[in-house]
Nanobody, 126 residues
Framework: QVQLVESGGGLVRPGGSLRLSCAAS????????LAWFRQAPGAGREFVAG????????VYTDSVKGRLTITRDNAKNTLYLQMNDLKPEDTAVYYC???????????????????WGQGTQVTVSS
């Protein structure tokens, strides 16, 4: 079973940037649809961005469009989230998620994914 490990979180000032990474343990990663979710204290886990197995289809929640970019490198078994112009409301634990899919589809709910990483903390504060 594929295991996912996130990295790249930290403390950044408003307007700053971070790049999150999610490394997978197996090359079968290339057959999975992937996504980033986040969970702020006291809130539910929300969809941030998703990408199809080939990388040809990407989906973003409205609040991050134009600031966050999801990409994947199937040769390196790694998913990325480039985060620019960060805002305090982006503060959360960020999770990568995966589910087997060779379709153009990208899921946008927690129930669409069955593999999860342990999360990485992103804090945006001055």
């Amino acid at each position: 079973q594929v295991q996912l490990v996130e990295s790249g979180g930290g403390l950044v000032r408003p307007g700053g940037s971070l790049r999150l990474s999610c490394a997978a343990s197996e090359s079968t990663f290339r057959n999975y649809a992937l996504a980033w979710f986040r969970q702020a204290p006291g809130a539910g886990r929300e969809f941030v961005a998703g990408i199809s197995w080939s990388g040809s289809n990407t989906v973003y929640t409205d609040s991050v469009k134009g600031r966050l970019t999801i990409t994947r490198d199937n040769a390196k078994n790694t998913l990325y989230l480039q985060m620019n112009d960060l805002k305090p409301e982006d503060t959360a634990v960020y999770y990568c998620a995966a589910t087997f899919s060779r379709a153009h589809w990208v899921g946008e709910t927690v129930n669409d994914y069955d593999l999860w990483g342990q999360g990485t903390q992103v804090t945006v504060s001055s």
